[in-house]
């Protein structure tokens, strides 16, 4: 999905596409006691059962965390939002999609979240649905052949100047006076600049130079991993609505999103197709299941929250795992991350994206720092 607050990004991001491209309206849903929330939760209410109501609404007129300066997510949470739409939706989901417990997480995502006001919540309450992050409420999407599509077009302008190198993992890194020699893919490069993208934890363990101290904080950076499972059903029970986010501990993934909702190049007739997403660490339990025994728990996920009537409405299930997904802000990730960035800066190694400037990017935050960088060396 490419959506952006900056419209030069956005610009840069339909120029790409050019033709192969449409806009549409986000429908996203959280499932809760079996219900559909519109998200965010706060700003759907009226949708809770009574008790549930009663719960958040009082809590969040009666906040007595409201008065502190919050030190970190959990803290956050209650102090915006109470202890009702905190304990019924944010803060399960967040231990779920993280990993990690939110009282051991700093602001820094907490950044990215709006504080609403206080009469939006009221009104959700009182029946009133509200959109909230209107930035996101519409995001572009190629009619065909995926967001790998943008990738492609980039690949296209840079062949023309550049050799790319695929398959090639790069094993070593060492510096050579004022040059420096990458081995890759059985071969020896020599560069006079490096600009890394991989994983910041990695690139300390394979630049020969490195010290264990900085090996040492590039190992204590936290991460999680990705798995995703495509999921063909026989019949669609969800209506049209797009991504759903389950914070119920009890089902194994968090995110589901209709892939039919994306348009006709991506719909099997007859089915509905679902992209479930499930975050692990390494070596947690998820990550030591076999494939099986993850697809086992999202059939019984699926059932759970009456996304399927039984098994065998299942037509196939595909899963894959990425080892390198989502960048955990934990307390000390600042200070490592810092670290690591002022160390290579000294060795004249630039880094640059998601994992190797450690930081939770999306492809817009991506496109618009590798923009600043160039604009650096642009003649």
Same mark, same amino acid.
């Given at each position: 999905?490419?959506?952006? @607050?900056?419209? @030069?990004?956005?610009?840069?991001?339909?120029?790409?596409?050019?033709?192969?491209?449409?806009?549409?309206?986000?429908?996203?849903?959280?499932?809760?006691?079996?219900? $559909?929330?519109?998200?965010?939760?706060?700003?759907? +209410?009226?949708?809770?059962?009574?008790?549930? +109501?009663?719960?958040?609404?009082?809590?969040?007129?009666?906040? %007595?965390?409201?008065?502190?300066?919050?030190?970190?997510?959990?803290?956050?949470?209650?102090?915006?939002?109470?202890?009702?739409?905190?304990?019924?939706?944010?803060?399960?989901?967040?231990?779920?999609?993280?990993?990690?417990?939110?009282?051991?997480?700093?602001?820094?995502?907490? !950044?990215?979240?709006?504080?609403? %006001?206080?009469?939006?919540?009221?009104?959700?309450?009182?029946? &009133?649905?509200?959109?909230?992050?209107?930035?996101? +409420?519409?995001?572009?999407?190629?009619?065909?052949?995926?967001?790998?599509?943008?990738?492609?077009?980039?690949?296209?302008?840079? *062949?023309?100047?550049?050799?790319?190198?695929? *398959?090639?993992?790069?094993?070593?890194?060492?510096?050579?006076?004022?040059?420096?020699?990458? &081995?890759?893919?059985?071969?020896?490069? $020599?560069?006079?600049?490096?600009?890394?993208?991989?994983?910041?934890?990695?690139?300390?363990?394979?630049?020969?130079?490195?010290? &264990? =101290?900085?090996?040492?904080?590039?190992?204590?950076?936290?991460?999680?991993?990705?798995?995703?499972?495509?999921?063909?059903?026989?019949?669609?029970?969800?209506?049209?609505?797009?991504?759903?986010?389950?914070?119920?501990?009890?089902?194994?993934?968090?995110?589901?999103?209709?892939?039919? $909702?994306?348009?006709?190049?991506?719909?099997? %007739?007859?089915?509905?197709?679902?992209?479930?997403?499930?975050?692990? @660490?390494?070596?947690?339990?998820?990550?030591?299941?076999?494939?099986?025994?993850?697809? =086992? *728990?999202?059939?019984?996920?699926?059932?759970?929250?009456?996304?399927?009537?039984?098994?065998?409405?299942?037509?196939?299930?595909?899963?894959?795992?990425?080892?390198?997904?989502?960048?955990?802000?934990? @307390?000390?990730?600042?200070?490592?991350? *810092?670290?690591?960035?002022? /160390?290579?800066?000294?060795?004249?190694? =630039? +880094?640059?994206?998601?994992? !190797?400037?450690? &930081? /939770?990017?999306?492809?817009? #935050?991506?496109?618009?720092?590798?923009?600043?960088?160039? #604009?650096?060396?642009?003649?």
């Amino acid at each position: 999905m490419f959506f952006s @607050k900056n419209a @030069k990004t956005m610009r840069i991001i339909e120029e790409l596409l050019g033709d192969n491209v449409r806009t549409l309206r986000r429908s996203n849903q959280i499932v809760h006691d079996k219900k $559909f929330i519109q998200y965010p939760f706060e700003n759907d +209410l009226s949708k809770l059962n009574e008790k549930d +109501l009663d719960y958040c609404v009082n809590t969040f007129i009666n906040n %007595p965390y409201e008065q502190y300066k919050p030190e970190n997510m959990l803290q956050f949470f209650l102090a915006t939002f109470g202890e009702g739409i905190t304990n019924l939706y944010l803060r399960p989901y967040n231990e779920k999609i993280w990993k990690f417990d939110p009282a051991f997480m700093d602001m820094q995502m907490v !950044g990215r979240i709006p504080k609403p %006001p206080k009469e939006d919540i009221l009104r959700s309450a009182e029946g &009133e649905t509200v959109d909230g992050y209107i930035h996101q +409420l519409y995001f572009k999407y190629p009619k065909h052949g995926g967001a790998q599509t943008f990738i492609h077009r980039i690949n296209e302008r840079l *062949n023309e100047k550049i050799t790319i190198f695929t *398959n090639s993992e790069v094993t070593k890194l060492d510096r050579v006076g004022n040059s420096y020699s990458v &081995e890759a893919g059985g071969k020896t490069f $020599f560069a006079d600049r490096i600009v890394s993208t991989m994983p910041a934890n990695i690139l300390a363990s394979i630049y020969e130079p490195a010290d &264990e =101290d900085i090996r040492r904080t590039a190992s204590a950076l936290r991460y999680n991993s990705l798995a995703i499972l495509l999921v063909n059903v026989k019949e669609n029970l969800v209506g049209d609505h797009f991504t759903f986010m389950v914070a119920d501990k009890n089902v194994i993934f968090h995110r589901l999103s209709r892939l039919d $909702f994306l348009g006709a190049d991506y719909c099997i %007739p007859e089915s509905c197709t679902f992209m479930v997403e499930i975050t692990y @660490k390494k070596d947690d339990l998820i990550d030591n299941a076999t494939d099986s025994q993850i697809i =086992d *728990n999202v059939v019984n996920g699926l059932k759970s929250i009456a996304f399927i009537k039984a098994a065998d409405d299942i037509n196939f299930i595909n899963i894959q795992r990425f080892e390198y997904a989502y960048v955990v802000y934990d @307390k000390m990730h600042r200070a490592n991350v *810092n670290a690591i960035l002022n /160390y290579f800066s000294k060795q004249g190694i =630039d +880094l640059l994206g998601r994992f !190797g400037a450690y &930081e /939770y990017l999306n492809m817009d #935050n991506v496109i618009e720092q590798t923009k600043s960088f160039s #604009n650096r060396f642009a003649c």
